[in-house]
């Protein structure tokens, strides 16, 4: 039987190192590009401690041409790909706007080139929820227009899903909501440089001492207990709604775009009770000034995924508490 190659663009970074094991799982084979700028070859080295055997992968920046062009002339047969690779950093996309064109569409563009130059026809993209800026109405459904964008990073998000749409690949946007928790091993993770400023990483990092206390941006919004809503979406049901989509994108050609999230909205301060209950610690907190930019409330309707891609997120909040945890502590 043939091997189902993808090759996947920023595979050693926490999403990616997640939904290799995946790809693993369900019989592909999947090959990674990554520079380790954002992560860790401890990450490759979970993976494939993970799956009992070693990964392929290439240490290669995406938004070199050349080199990328020599991997995909390596690699014959190549399904898809799965693109990651991007920076990530909200706050630090406002401060170097550049860096972030520089990299996330250029990346892209690099990797889109490949393909047209060596006829692989099916992507799937990393997008976000940001692309819908501040929705209308909740819960955001993939039709709802892109309104302005609140970052230069939600910016990029914005403009790569139009050039997917311009060219013409076979293409499936996911547009995640917010990713929390790892695999139960705490194998992988997220080796993210920069300071941590997503909400549950600043949690387990309170928890385990490195931090005084979590600041609550914000009590005064138009929420139940006034602080802001977001849909937590463990990583691995979001690793498993790659796989889905590489095999619905091998029947459907097209262009697609699907919101992964559990259509679930919790508060910030619903999220820090439910990571005391699960884990049985105390986190200390205060309530803090707003933070600029901030949505009030984001949740997904992730209907479209449920019906075309047979996906919908099955790990609960808890465990995903539990996970985000276990990986603090191990890492
Ligand atoms: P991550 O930083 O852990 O992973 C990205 C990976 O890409 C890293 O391993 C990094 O080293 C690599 N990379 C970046 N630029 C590269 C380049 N030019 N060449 C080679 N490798 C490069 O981030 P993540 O959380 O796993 O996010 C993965 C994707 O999902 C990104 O596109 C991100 O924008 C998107 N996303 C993330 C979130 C989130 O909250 N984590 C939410 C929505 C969308
Ligand atoms: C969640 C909630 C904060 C920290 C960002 C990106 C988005 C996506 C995910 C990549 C908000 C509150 C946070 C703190 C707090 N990433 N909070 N105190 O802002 O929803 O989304 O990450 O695509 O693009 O914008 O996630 O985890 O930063 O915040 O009160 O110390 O927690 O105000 O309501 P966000 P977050």
Not at 19 to 39: A, Q
Not at 272 to 284: A, D, L, P
Request: glycine residues 6%.
């Amino acid at each position: 039987m043939n091997e189902r190659k993808v090759i996947v663009p920023g595979g050693a970074g926490y999403i990616g190192s997640h939904t290799i094991v995946e790809l693993h799982k369900s019989g592909f084979t999947p090959i990674i590009i990554d520079n380790l700028c954002n992560s860790s070859e401890k990450n490759i080295k979970g993976i494939s401690e993970i799956i009992g055997k070693d990964i392929k992968w290439h240490n290669v920046d995406c938004t070199n041409q050349k080199a990328i062009d020599n991997i995909f002339e390596l690699e014959d047969n190549i399904e898809g790909i799965i693109h990651f690779a991007a920076y990530k950093s909200v706050e630090e996309s406002v401060q170097n706007p550049k860096k972030y064109y520089d990299n996330n569409i250029g990346s892209l563009e690099v990797i889109l080139n490949s393909m047209k130059k060596y006829k692989v026809n099916n992507i799937i993209f990393s997008s976000s929820c940001t692309v819908y800026g501040i929705p209308d109405i909740l819960p955001v459904t993939e039709n709802a227009s892109f309104k302005k964008a609140e970052s230069p990073y939600a910016e990029t998000k914005q403009i790569c899903e139009k050039i997917l749409i311009e060219n013409n690949f076979s293409s499936v946007s996911l547009r995640y909501f917010n990713p929390i928790g790892s695999h139960s091993s705490s194998l992988i993770g997220d080796y993210s440089d920069d300071k941590a400023s997503n909400l549950i990483p600043i949690i387990t990092e309170t928890a385990i001492g490195n931090r005084e206390k979590v600041t609550v941006f914000g009590n005064d919004y138009n929420t139940s207990d006034g602080t802001c809503i977001r849909d937590y979406i463990h990583v691995l049901d979001l690793a498993k709604s790659h796989v889905k989509s590489m095999d619905f994108l091998i029947k459907n050609a097209g262009k697609h775009a699907f919101n992964i999230g559990t259509g679930i909205g919790v508060s910030v301060l619903q999220a820090i009770r439910i990571f005391e209950k699960s884990n049985n610690i105390k986190v200390n907190y205060s309530i803090g000034p707003r933070r600029i930019g901030d949505i009030e409330q984001i949740y997904a309707n992730s209907n479209l995924a449920k019906v075309k891609l047979n996906w919908e997120a099955k790990e609960t909040i808890e465990q995903a508490m539990i996970s985000a945890w276990e990986w603090e502590k191990k890492k």
